[in-house]
C-alpha cells in the first residue's frame, strides 16, 4: 500500500494525500508541496501512512521540502498586495459594468496566478474582464463565482454563539440542512434565530439533528394519551433532552410534566390490573366472550335452517273442525254456545269431506312423518 501524509491548505479546508519521499514530517508542520497550480505553502493534517490504493483517487503529488523563514516573508509579501489587487479589479468591473460582488483576491505562492472571488444572482460573461486584468497586473487571472457559504468561509467572522464560524474554523464541507432538523429540535422557525451570517441554514442544525430523532422516538407522540400516576391525560409537549412529557390529565384538565420513567411504571400497572380482571371474568370484555363452535355444530344449525317450513307454525291460526262460537244471550244469563258452520259445510254432502279438512289434514301427516298423501277423489 503506498505511503502518504495527510496536507492542508487551508485550517478549514479539506484534506489531501501527497507522498512524503524521504522527509519525515510531523503534523502540525508547514511544508511546500507541489501542485497543478505550482508551488504552494500548507499545512501537515497527519503524518505518513498506508493507505488502500483505492482511496487515492489522482496522482500523487510529491512534498518538495520543509517551509522556512524566507517562504513565510514571501507568503506576507503577496498577501499585502491582495487588497491593491482587489480594488484595482473593482475599478475594472465598474467600467465593463458586470452585476458581481467581488469578494477576494487571492495571488498563489509563486505569484504566477491571481484569483479573484465574486458573487453574483446569475451567470456573468467575464471574458472581456479577464483580458483586461491580465494586461494590467501581467499575470494568469482566473475569476471565480461562488456562493453565500463561501463567501461566509473566505472572509469568516463570528456566529450567533458567540464563536468563530465553522466553515472558517474547522468545517471542511458543508452539511446538508434542511427545515425540518429546525423542527426536530423544538427550535423557534425564526429565520433571524436559525440563520448564519450568509443568510443559510445554520451548519449546526445537523450536528445533534440524529441525537434528537433517536431519544424522541423514545417518546409518545403529541396528541397520544398516556397513563400518568395522577390519572389518564393527554400528551401536549415533548421536553426530548429531559426525556419528560407534559400532559394535560383527563379528569382535572391541569397541565403536568411527568418523566418517560412515571408514565412506563403507571401504564405497566393499569396493564397488570386489567389482565387480573379479565382473568377473573369481572371485565365486560371477560362476561361478553363466547365459546367458539365448532365447524360440524354450524353446519348442523345450517341444515336446520334449510328445511324449516314455516307453514307448521302457522297452522295454529286456521280453524279446527270442531270450534265453537260462544256468544252472549239477550237475557243476562249464561252465554249461548253455537257449533260454527262453515259456508260450504251446509251444502256438502254428508259422506264428502270439508273443504279445509283436506289441507289440514296434510299438515298434520306432515309433521307425523307420513308423507302428503293424495286428496280423496
Request: overall charge neutral; hydrophobic content about 35%.
Amino acid at each position: 500500500m503506498p505511503v502518504v501524509v495527510g496536507i492542508r491548505f487551508k485550517d478549514s479546508g479539506k484534506v489531501y494525500y501527497f507522498d512524503p519521499g524521504d522527509l519525515d514530517v510531523r503534523a502540525g508542520e508547514h511544508v511546500i508541496v507541489e501542485t497543478v497550480r505550482g508551488l504552494e505553502l500548507a499545512r501537515v493534517a497527519y503524518e505518513r501512512r498506508e493507505v488502500p490504493e483505492e482511496e487515492i483517487v489522482a496522482e500523487l503529488k510529491p512534498v518538495v521540502r520543509r517551509a522556512e523563514a524566507a517562504d513565510f516573508e514571501r507568503l506576507r509579501q503577496l498577501q499585502s498586495r491582495h487588497d491593491e489587487a482587489l480594488a484595482r479589479c473593482a475599478e475594472k468591473v465598474r467600467e465593463h459594468g458586470l452585476p458581481m460582488k467581488l469578494v477576494k483576491a487571492e495571488y498563489s505562492f509563486d505569484g504566477s496566478r491571481l484569483t479573484f472571488y465574486f458573487t453574483a444572482e446569475k451567470r456573468v460573461d467575464f471574458r472581456m474582464l479577464v483580458r483586461d486584468l491580465a494586461r494590467t497586473f501581467r499575470s494568469r487571472i482566473e475569476l471565480r463565482q461562488i456562493g453565500p457559504r463561501d463567501e461566509a468561509k473566505l472572509l469568516g467572522g463570528i456566529g450567533p454563539c458567540g464563536r468563530i464560524l465553522c466553515c472558517a474554523s474547522f468545517l471542511p464541507d458543508y452539511a446538508r440542512v434542511s427545515i425540518k432538523m429546525a423542527k426536530d429540535q423544538d427550535l423557534p422557525l425564526n429565520p433571524s434565530k436559525i440563520s448564519g451570517v450568509c443568510g443559510r441554514l445554520l451548519c449546526c442544525l445537523s450536528y445533534e439533528h440524529e441525537q434528537y430523532v433517536t431519544m424522541r422516538a423514545e417518546l409518545p407522540r403529541k396528541g397520544t394519551w398516556v397513563q400518568t400516576p395522577d390519572g389518564p391525560g393527554e400528551v401536549i409537549a415533548q421536553l426530548v433532552l429531559k426525556q419528560q412529557l407534559l400532559v394535560q390529565l383527563a379528569t382535572s384538565g391541569m397541565q403536568e410534566i411527568y418523566s418517560l420513567d412515571q408514565i412506563e411504571v403507571s401504564t405497566a400497572q393499569v396493564a397488570a390490573l386489567a389482565q387480573a380482571r379479565n382473568a377473573e371474568g369481572i371485565t365486560p370484555a371477560a362476561q361478553q366472550r363466547r365459546p367458539e363452535r365448532d365447524r360440524g355444530e354450524r353446519r348442523r344449525l345450517r341444515d336446520e335452517i334449510d328445511s324449516y317450513d314455516a307453514f307448521d307454525e302457522l297452522d295454529f291460526l286456521e280453524d279446527d273442525d270442531d270450534a265453537t262460537l260462544i256468544l252472549p244471550s239477550a237475557s243476562a244469563g249464561a252465554p249461548r254456545v253455537e257449533p260454527v258452520v262453515g259456508p260450504a259445510e251446509s251444502n256438502a254432502a254428508p259422506d264428502a269431506p270439508a273443504e279445509g279438512a283436506a289441507p289440514a289434514a296434510r299438515r298434520r301427516r306432515r309433521r307425523s312423518g307420513r308423507g302428503d298423501p293424495k286428496a280423496p277423489e
